[in-house]
């Protein structure tokens, strides 16, 4: 092989490379309109909450559709509130669910977090409570982040912005979606609730 064939075999390989980077990640407005769309829902009617990341979704999503597909699916098919509390294995460690139940707190009482290795799918099982969601990326660390735990968390008085997560209401929350969960709404003392981990993807 002459070297302008290996020339024209590396530029297409890098152009190749260049246009599927591009794909994996949409703008914002081509990933609302693809979320809009609905193709991923197979057959799922919950609620997508406001402050959707909608570009990280749709990257995250083609990137591992296999996990988001069986974790859709189980929302869609499992009686919820017949779970009980404590981890449920969709697929190993890439989806699992972890079920809780249990009183609200009050503002105060509660915290930032954020996740790397793995992302969230909040969901109320029954009841209601506040979700608070920032970019962790200019906040104060209070607890460095822990591998074993796959945690790191935030100065409390960080400012964020407040969803009420509801049982018709996902929340899909990325790394760069410090979370603080379990703020007490009014007339819901007791809650129960799931989060999906999906592992996510480089």
């Not at 069986?70 to 929302?75: D, G, I, P, T």
């Not at 915290?111 to 200019?138: C, F, Q, S």
Request: hydrophobic share 40%.
């Amino acid at each position: 092989m002459n070297k302008v064939s290996v020339y024209k075999i590396a530029f297409l390989a890098i152009i190749c490379f260049i246009s599927t980077a591009a794909s994996a990640q949409m703008s914002e407005s081509d990933a609302k309109a693809w979320v809009k769309n609905g193709e991923w829902r197979n057959g799922l009617t919950l609620n997508m909450y406001a402050g959707l990341n909608n570009a990280e979704f749709a990257k995250q999503y083609k990137a591992n559709q296999a996990y988001w597909d069986k974790a859709f699916a189980f929302l869609r098919t499992t009686q919820l509130d017949t779970l009980s509390v404590g981890k449920h294995v969709i697929d190993g460690d890439n989806v699992f669910v972890t079920v809780s139940e249990g009183p609200t707190k009050d503002y105060d009482k509660t915290g930032w977090e954020a996740h790397r290795k793995y992302l969230d799918v909040h969901l109320m099982i029954r009841g209601k409570e506040r979700i608070g969601v920032m970019n962790p990326t200019t906040a104060t660390v209070n607890n460095p982040y822990d591998a074993a735990k796959d945690v790191a968390n935030y100065d409390p008085a960080t400012k964020g912005n407040y969803y009420v997560a509801d049982p018709n209401t996902m929340l899909i929350l990325f790394p760069l979606d410090s979370h603080r969960p379990s703020i007490h709404v009014d007339g819901y003392d007791t809650v129960k609730k799931l989060v999906v981990k999906i592992k996510v993807a480089d």
